[in-house]
């Protein structure tokens, strides 16, 4: 029989030395577009703090305010004690902005995916998942009672195989707004027509898409016209926190209310965050000119990559994927990125497929352009 520490050793063996061997390093501060550590400041082109929103200082001030008024905790559950003024006007809020009669607050994305899905489904039930959807979608579609079935990367046609398949409970398609990894759009439009013909739901997870596009920021699926009967919304890119929500109908937020253990069962989000989600979103939805900037930076960093000597995705989002395949030559390349001052993590399987290792170099408002061209010139120069 093999002892607990004879398990951990072996598997811990089998990763150390490896380019999947993971590391945490102590950073000291960043703000979208530099980062700080002990051995000195870094340009950073690996933030999801896309609009630079995490150092606003109305946002900062509204956190301080809260922190005033409310203390530092929720103090419970928000079914017990930490459901507050400042997070049901923060779901008012969201649900006026985003079109929708409903929001909950949970206190991450992964939890919210996690929860919805495990709440809805049931074992006569399937979810038809992109297979490129995050790992928090996936696997709670896993561990659920329901089948998975799995299409093809935004290929319309892998959809509609599934779709045509019969099922006797309820089907659940599920997609990204904007990809994390790919950085590239759903057709967000031809799915929900999809899925509107079977009779089935949409769920959209658009952590990469709120804030960015659309009028006002609000998403990838108000820029295709769509929505889904259930939207996710997270806190952690563009709004400069974190935490996320759920969009949805009435009759849907009252049966989550009652059956989404992860909402019924975790510590709500301190009503000082809430306030500050509040100003950020105001922010957001004045963002234009913030916009505009992530937008121009794309569209530069793009144009004057195109002689680098790795493959760059086909991407008009912040996320701009880096192709290097093999493990040991990305990890090389970060490093010695690193060692010019430039912060760029390799993202390795199975984070991405096989062979498919990864710069996700992402680009927010904050950057210049001497910036990106800082960056361009420590790729040219790698010597990987």
């Not at 985003?98 to 919210?112: C, E, K, N, P, V």
């Not at 759903?186 to 949409?202: E, F, G, M, N």
């Not at 306030?275 to 913030?290: K, W």
């Not at 390349?333 to 062979?355: E, F, G, M, N």
Request: hydrophobic share 40%; net charge neutral; glycine share 8%.
């Amino acid at each position: 029989m093999m002892s607990w520490s004879d398990f951990l050793s072996l598997r811990l063996a089998e990763r150390r030395g490896t380019p999947l061997w993971r590391n945490r390093q102590i950073h000291h501060g960043a703000d979208g577009r530099l980062l700080s550590t002990s051995d000195g400041q870094y340009l950073n082109f690996s933030s999801n703090d896309y609009l630079g929103l995490s150092q606003h200082p109305q946002i900062i001030t509204a956190w301080q305010q809260g922190a005033q008024q409310y203390g530092v905790g929720s103090g419970g559950s928000g079914h017990v004690t930490g459901y507050t003024a400042a997070h049901h006007t923060l779901e008012q809020q969201l649900a006026e902005w985003l079109g929708y009669s409903r929001a909950l607050l949970f206190i991450s994305g992964y939890a919210a995916n996690q929860g919805v899905i495990a709440a809805l489904m049931e074992g006569k039930d399937r979810i038809i998942a992109d297979r490129l959807s995050h790992a928090s979608l996936l696997e709670a579609a896993m561990h659920s009672p329901a089948q998975l079935r799995r299409f093809l990367h935004n290929d319309m046609g892998s959809l509609q195989q599934h779709l045509a398949k019969t099922c006797i409970g309820k089907t659940l398609v599920v997609t990204e707004g904007v990809f994390s990894m790919d950085g590239d759009y759903a057709p967000l439009d031809v799915i929900a027509q999809q899925a509107k013909s079977t009779a089935s739901w949409l769920m959209v997870d658009d952590a990469h898409g709120i804030g960015i596009h659309g009028d006002e920021g609000r998403g990838s699926c108000w820029m295709q016209n769509v929505k889904p009967e259930i939207l996710v919304v997270t806190f952690g890119k563009a709004f400069g926190l974190s935490g996320a929500a759920i969009l949805c109908d009435e009759q849907t937020a009252e049966y989550l209310l009652q059956y989404a253990r992860h909402l019924i069962y975790s510590t709500s989000m301190p009503p000082a965050q809430a306030l500050a989600l509040s100003e950020a979103v105001r922010q957001i939805r004045a963002g234009d000119e913030l916009r505009q900037r992530l937008q121009n930076n794309i569209r530069y960093f793009r144009r004057e990559a195109q002689h680098l000597p790795f493959a760059l995705l086909n991407s008009e989002t912040a996320i701009q994927p880096l192709i290097v395949g093999d493990n040991e030559r990305c990890t090389a390349l970060s490093h010695v990125l690193k060692q010019k001052k430039v912060w760029v993590k390799a993202i390795l399987p199975p984070t991405v497929p096989p062979d498919s290792a990864r710069l996700r170099i992402t680009l927010t408002a904050n950057h210049t352009r001497q910036d990106i061209d800082a960056l361009l010139e420590a790729l040219h120069g790698s010597g990987c």
